[in-house]
């Protein structure tokens, strides 16, 4: 029996994390749920968006999965919650996969998810600030060893995006990466973030799996969702050595809470990437989602008529049919 922490958190997120659980039901009975509270609600009663003894609880789990929070503005000393687990989880490794879901393609990102810019806090002075931005040797070798792993096993090549030509620590990050995909047999295509990011708009299937660092990452992997058709499909994992969490990329949706219309695809798909982790059956999620695309009634935001239940019940039924 694997066992999984979940967090629904608010807004969409309880909608579409339990059309979530309840594919991953219709695949396996070999995972049992364990609900967890975090966000801002709880950070109100006692300071921390979530209590110690959960995450105590949640370390000894096998994998999370995670719907949204709602962050509010300006609130001294409040992190969101998703940010403090990939800190306290040690989640180096953002993995974004934006799909094309009528035609199998795919746009695949690798971020380096606790380094540069967004690794410690900056300095202010009266007439400047500084941020720093920090690329470490470990940091670097384990989220390159994560992207070539991955490459080799989708049989694919990888696309360095850096700024190599100006900043120092692109320069340590590009000798890293060189050196380990050349000793695995993985070819490295190298792309510069700004022009990169023209290719990603005109032609933005053709890159391998895109491996980049904390703040282009963060850019890159939004821009790209354009692609998808509607931020509501796309799944992510952020992977730790001890655990991963797994999450559509979207946020609460404050505009859409409560009517029953969240497309729940992103945080379906979130659990097939989940799936695969443990070593069951992801696959047959995705492609129960992808067959459901080409006729089923879609949620609004991709220009349809149905509910969130009407979408998981399509997507079920698919994979029903598999059997
Ligand atoms: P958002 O992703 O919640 O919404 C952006 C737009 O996309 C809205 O019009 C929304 O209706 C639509 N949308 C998002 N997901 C959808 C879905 N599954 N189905 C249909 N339409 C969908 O981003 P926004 O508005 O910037 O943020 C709202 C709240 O969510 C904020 O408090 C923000 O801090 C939080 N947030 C939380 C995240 C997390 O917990 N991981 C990630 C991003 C934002
Ligand atoms: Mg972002």
Do not use: Q
């Amino acid at each position: 029996m694997y066992r999984v922490a979940v967090i629904k958190g608010d807004g969409i997120g309880p909608e579409v994390v339990d059309s979530a659980i309840r594919v991953v039901n219709s695949v396996t009975d070999r995972i049992r749920f364990y609900e967890f509270e975090g966000g801002f609600e709880v950070f109100k009663r006692i300071g921390s968006p979530i209590s110690e003894d959960d995450l105590k609880e949640i370390r000894k789990m096998d994998a999370i999965l995670f719907g949204a929070t709602t962050t509010p503005f300006n609130v001294p000393g409040y992190r969101s919650l998703i940010v403090t687990l990939r800190k306290e989880l040690d989640l180096y490794a953002n993995l974004r996969i934006i799909p094309d879901l009528s035609n199998g393609k795919e746009i695949v990102i690798v971020r380096e998810n606790t380094e540069g810019l967004y690794a410690r806090d900056g300095i202010g002075f009266s007439d400047r600030a500084i941020d720093f931005r920090i690329i470490t040797l470990e940091g670097a070798r384990r989220i390159a060893k994560f992207a070539i792993n991955l490459a080799k096993e989708r049989n694919s090549f990888i696309t360095f995006v850096h700024k190599a030509n100006v900043l120092k620590g692109d320069r340590f990050f590009r000798e890293i990466v060189l050196e380990i995909a050349e000793r695995e047999g993985v070819e490295v295509r190298e792309a510069i973030i700004d022009s990169f990011m023209i290719k990603l708009v005109k032609n933005p299937w053709d890159h391998g799996v895109i491996l980049t660092e904390n703040m282009f990452g963060d850019i890159i992997s939004d821009l790209a969702t354009i692609h998808a058709g509607s931020i509501g499909i796309v799944p992510s994992g952020n992977y730790g050595d001890e655990i991963a969490l797994f999450e559509p990329i979207h946020g609460s949706a404050p505009d859409i809470a409560g009517k029953g219309i969240a497309n729940p695809i992103g945080a379906i798909l979130s659990a097939a990437m989940m799936l695969d982790y443990l070593g069951l059956n992801g696959k047959v999620v995705w492609e129960a989602t992808r067959r459901y695309v080409r006729y089923g009634n879609l949620t609004p935001d991709m220009g349809g008529t149905a509910t969130t239940s009407e979408v998981t019940k399509g997507i079920i039924s698919e994979i029903y049919s598999f059997d």
